[in-house]
């Protein structure tokens, strides 16, 4: 049903229902009607929803996701003459994401301002950082170009996976006056960070000393100013290889000036 599609839609990104309502203009018991599928869209509503969900028109009244293609690095890309293939990401690199996940949220998820958006900053960062000061992928997710900053594509799906093992749950809390999500840990799980390099773990606790303690709103204005994230289309992929040309405002990497 298409108004379960908006919810899921709605949940997977971290919207609340009064921030949704007001961009449609409507009241949020109108909004929740919507959601329930006791009121009927209006066709600009519709194109609305489609806007800030960032899909298309038509995929959003088919109720179906886009199938993305994005660019891989130098050493992975196919030959010149080849055909169009379509990349997906190897299981390895989500199990390292989910132990990444893990230790994200073993040594700053029970900071007030860890939320779901706030995660979706710290991956974008540890990847496309890791991308510039190593030229490897630590990740190597896919990250989309939404109005509020970077999303990594298949965050919902792996979350509900985890949930469904019993690694993790999901819960709804305030910071300030803002709903958020958050992501509390199995206390019974053992932390496994096997599939991390010395190196990315030096990483990525760098990144969390530094980024861990500001809020979502400064987040998604740091991520505004990544030359990445400014030279991606609306709801297109982010390409890697963009951090190479970054400003100082978020380069990571020293770089020979004879160079």
Not at 40 to 67: T, Y
Not at 194 to 214: M, P
């Given at each position: 049903?298409?108004?379960?599609?908006?919810?899921?839609?709605?949940?997977?990104?971290?919207?609340?229902?009064?921030?949704?309502?007001?961009?449609?203009?409507?009241?949020?018991?109108?909004?929740?009607?919507?959601?329930?599928?006791?009121?009927?869209?209006?066709?600009?509503?519709?194109?609305h929803?489609?806007?800030?969900?960032?899909?298309?028109?038509?995929?959003?009244?088919?109720?179906?996701l886009?199938?993305?293609?994005?660019?891989?690095?130098?050493?992975?890309?196919?030959?010149?003459?080849?055909?169009?293939?379509?990349?997906?990401?190897?299981?390895?690199?989500?199990?390292?994401?989910?132990?990444?996940l893990?230790?994200?949220?073993h040594?700053?998820?029970?900071?007030p301002?860890?939320?779901?958006?706030?995660?979706?900053?710290?991956?974008?960062?540890?990847?496309?950082?890791?991308?510039?000061?190593?030229?490897?992928?630590?990740?190597?997710?896919?990250?989309?170009?939404?109005?509020?900053?970077?999303t990594?594509?298949?965050?919902?799906?792996?979350?509900?996976?985890?949930?469904?093992?019993?690694?993790?749950?999901?819960?709804?809390?305030?910071?300030?006056?803002?709903?958020?999500?958050?992501?509390?840990?199995?206390?019974?799980?053992?932390?496994?960070?096997?599939?991390?390099?010395?190196?990315?773990?030096?990483?990525?606790?760098?990144?969390?000393?530094?980024?861990?303690?500001?809020?979502?709103?400064e987040?998604?204005?740091?991520?505004?100013?990544?030359?990445?994230?400014?030279?991606?289309?609306?709801?297109?992929?982010?390409?890697?290889?963009?951090?190479?040309?970054?400003t100082?405002?978020?380069?990571?990497?020293?770089?020979?000036?004879?160079?």
């Amino acid at each position: 049903m298409i108004s379960d599609f908006i919810r899921n839609q709605r949940t997977s990104k971290g919207y609340t229902q009064a921030w949704v309502a007001d961009q449609l203009d409507v009241s949020r018991p109108t909004y929740i009607q919507i959601e329930q599928g006791k009121r009927d869209l209006l066709l600009s509503e519709a194109q609305h929803l489609a806007k800030i969900f960032d899909l298309s028109f038509e995929n959003f009244v088919s109720e179906q996701l886009p199938q993305y293609q994005y660019k891989v690095t130098p050493n992975l890309a196919k030959p010149p003459d080849s055909p169009d293939i379509r990349i997906s990401i190897p299981e390895s690199k989500l199990a390292k994401f989910r132990q990444v996940l893990l230790y994200i949220l073993h040594q700053v998820g029970g900071k007030p301002n860890v939320g779901m958006t706030v995660i979706y900053k710290l991956l974008y960062f540890i990847d496309f950082d890791y991308y510039e000061r190593y030229e490897e992928q630590l990740m190597g997710l896919v990250y989309l170009k939404n109005h509020q900053g970077p999303t990594p594509q298949l965050f919902a799906r792996e979350i509900k996976k985890m949930e469904i093992e019993g690694q993790l749950e999901t819960i709804k809390s305030k910071y300030y006056k803002y709903d958020q999500k958050k992501f509390l840990i199995n206390p019974d799980l053992k932390q496994d960070i096997s599939l991390l390099s010395g190196q990315e773990l030096q990483h990525i606790d760098w990144e969390l000393g530094r980024l861990a303690d500001q809020s979502a709103r400064e987040l998604s204005l740091l991520s505004h100013k990544d030359v990445p994230w400014i030279t991606s289309d609306d709801r297109g992929v982010i390409d890697y290889e963009a951090v190479f040309y970054r400003t100082e405002d978020t380069s990571v990497r020293e770089y020979d000036s004879a160079n």
